[in-house]
């Protein structure tokens, strides 16, 4: 995974309303939630609400679908997991093993 899209998705769940969009999201499950509904619940006008979500689309933690006059969001959990799996994977990769030569440090 590109470090650039590592970091820009981990900025966009460190502000406050995002993550609490992510969330709110990630509790509706596979239902989604509508855009209105998503800012009756956290108390974010449209407009706060419609920047917030643009930026959590563009890094594909959220998708939407449209629903007749409603548009729909759904938390993308994979997207997130594939971005932590990408910094776990990298985890001890420097430290020499003492395993192999039976050595201890």
Do not use: W
Not at 23 to 51: H, Q
Not at 75 to 84: C, M, R
Request: glycine fraction near 10%; charge should be negative.
């Amino acid at each position: 995974m590109k470090q650039d899209h590592v970091t820009r998705t981990l900025a966009e769940l460190g502000n406050e309303t995002r993550l609490a969009i992510f969330r709110l999201l990630l509790k509706s499950g596979r239902d989604g939630m509508t855009i209105g509904e998503i800012g009756k619940r956290l108390e974010v006008p449209a407009s706060t609400l419609g920047f917030h979500l643009r930026g959590l689309v563009d890094v594909g933690l959220v998708t939407q679908q449209k629903h007749g006059r409603s548009v729909y969001c759904f938390a993308e959990l994979d997207v997130l997991t594939s971005v932590l799996h990408s910094i776990e994977d990298e985890c001890c990769a420097d430290q020499k093993s003492t395993e192999l030569t039976g050595n201890a440090a």
